[in-house]
């Protein structure tokens, strides 16, 4: 069965450094996500992708994150200068059709020091 | 602000019994509505999503859907010990081609043998 897949699983870095979160949506989907979870907290909007362009992005999307899609499979997550607040599982998800269901990936648990 | 709220539980069955699990959402504009199982430290799964007002059934899984009380719950029958996890209700706002999710809190299930 065609899955998200992520990597890293577990990134650790210090406060101030970039981090690059990197995800395979499945091979169909035309749309893509950011998604993330501070730990004992709601799963949370960041941003979505379709078409080549941001569509949507949350108040927490701002101009420390950017997101591309490199290449015809990986869609990627940039943060440029990580803050503390920025921990958290990061979770990629796709879609195939308007309004379908979204499949998500394992998450990259971010960790930064 | 849109909201999504559920009970955070835990809720707590013995194994064979129903466990029902509920959600309300403030925007009545919604129109896609999700159930996600997350275990704890991986990503959210899809258990079911429903889009009419009514019931859907998926073996064990019940969604259950009431626009009109902006209400949708999750019947799982002969509840077992791995069905022990959040659930997550996800609600899809309408507009745009987006469809980003706003998730509740979840609702922390224990099916006890």
């Known amino acids: 069965e065609p899955e998200v897949t992520q990597t890293p699983s577990h990134q650790v870095t210090q406060m101030g450094q970039e981090v690059i979160l990197r995800c395979v949506p499945i091979?169909?989907?035309?749309?893509f996500y950011w998604y993330r979870q501070i730990l004992g907290q709601k799963v949370e909007f960041l941003v979505s992708?379709?078409?080549?362009?941001?569509?949507?992005k949350s108040e927490i999307f701002d101009d420390q994150f950017s997101v591309e899609r490199p290449d015809g499979s990986n869609f990627t997550l940039k943060i440029r200068s990580t803050k503390l607040e920025d921990s958290a599982m990061y979770f990629c998800?796709?879609?195939?059709?308007?309004?379908?269901?979204?499949?998500f990936g394992p998450g990259t648990r971010l960790t930064v020091l | 602000q849109k909201e999504v709220e559920q009970n955070s539980g835990p809720l707590s069955v013995p194994e064979g019994a129903i466990a029902s699990l509920n959600c309300t959402y403030s925007?009545?504009?919604?129109?896609?509505f999700f159930w996600y199982r997350q275990y704890s430290g991986k990503s959210p799964e899809l258990i079911m999503f429903?889009?009419?007002?009514g019931d859907k059934e998926d073996g064990r899984f019940t969604a259950q859907l009431n626009k009109a009380s902006q209400y949708v719950s999750l019947l799982i029958r002969d509840s077992q010990p791995s069905d022990s996890a959040t659930y997550l209700c996800?609600?899809?706002?309408?507009?745009?081609?987006?469809?980003?999710?706003?998730f509740g809190k979840g609702t922390l299930l224990t099916v006890n043998p």
């Open positions: 998800a796709s879609r195939g059709t308007s309004g379908g269901p979204k499949f």
């Open positions: 091979s169909n989907h035309l749309y």
């Open positions: 992708f379709y078409n080549n362009e941001i569509s949507e």
């Open positions: 925007d009545r504009g919604s129109q896609s």
């Open positions: 429903i889009y009419s007002n």
């Open positions: 996800a609600v899809s706002i309408s507009g745009g081609s987006n469809y980003k999710l706003t």
